[in-house]
């Protein structure tokens, strides 16, 4: 690679020094993907604006060159565009398509229900000069007192978890959501994975959890990028008489899973489909 420049990255801390949002994470790890190293800017919520100039109330941002570019997906179009020598994030077309479908599938499935699970935990943990802006403007986003939002959280979290086995099976037989090699689809998904981590004082996910891997896995990459001391742990969600199962533990998988390769791999599944008729 020519050089391991560093770029200037603006993040978004809490007061563990661990980086919170989702979209400040994605955006770490796919800067340290083109090889670049990070000049970091550090900061919580409250006074971003001032902290770049009047260029943005959101982050991440960065300055290459003594360019500004805003915006997540924005860095990583510019990033792809500007250096398309160095590994690329997203390949072709079709991973674009498909990062913002299965990033959409899982704010949805999971960020959100998170959030409002460790709305409370995601304010204890700021800085305190951040903690009353926060309280007011996720009232505001969540619609409820935080403490009312989180209550009961105990009830939820399994379910929540379990909602997660479409990622588990589309991980079962491969490295990376990028295949062999990581790609933006890894770095969007683990940046919800360590938002959470950056706030949540109960785990949300059980010790056994499949997913394990496939984070550590990407938490490891770039010496450890996703590591950082002040995350809490994610796994260790306690199951009560009565909960859901976290995940799925009959591997059992059919569809597009199952290789059809004639009569003789059907054989059993056709028999038991037609048995009343026999
Ligand atoms: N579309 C933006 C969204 C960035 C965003 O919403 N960042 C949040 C952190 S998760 C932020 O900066 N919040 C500051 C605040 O809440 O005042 C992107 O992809 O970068």
């Known amino acids: 690679m020519a050089d391991t420049k560093a770029i200037t990255f603006y993040d978004l801390q809490v007061s563990t020094g661990a980086t919170i949002s989702p979209f400040v994470w994605a955006t770490k790890f796919a800067i340290r993907h083109k090889g ?18 009047g260029k943005t109330e959101r982050l991440p941002a960065i300055v290459d060159n003594g360019r500004w570019v805003l915006d997540s997906w924005g860095i990583v179009e510019y990033l792809d565009e500007t250096y398309p020598e160095r590994p690329m994030l997203i390949p072709h077309e079709s991973v674009a398509v498909m990062t913002k479908t299965l990033d959409a599938w899982f704010w949805r499935t999971a960020v959100g229900p998170w959030m409002r699970s460790y709305c409370a935990d995601y304010r204890d943990v700021c800085y305190e000069h951040d903690k009353e802006y926060i309280t007011s403007s996720r009232e505001v986003m969540l619609g409820g007192k935080l ?10 979290l399994a379910a929540i978890s379990a909602s997660l086995e479409p990622l588990r ?6 490295k990376f959501l990028g295949g062999d090699e990581p790609n933006y689809a890894d770095y969007r998904i683990i940046g919800s994975f360590l938002w959470l981590a950056s706030l949540a004082q109960t785990p949300p996910l059980a010790a056994d959890d499949p997913l394990r891997d496939w984070i550590e896995r990407v938490r490891d990459l770039f010496g450890g990028l996703g590591q950082h001391p002040g995350l809490f742990t994610l796994y260790g969600l306690e199951q009560r008489e009565g909960d859901v199962d976290p995940f799925n533990r009959q591997a059992g998988m059919g569809g597009i899973h199952k290789r059809n390769t004639g009569p003789q791999s059907t054989q059993a599944e056709t028999q038991f489909i037609t048995k009343a008729k026999s």
């Open 169 to 174: 099976i589309g991980l079962r037989e491969h």
């Open 147 to 156: 403490e009312d939002l989180q209550a009961g959280r105990e009830d939820r």
């Open 36 to 53: 670049f190293d990070l000049d970091v800017v550090e900061g919580g919520f409250t006074g971003i604006a001032e902290r770049t100039g």
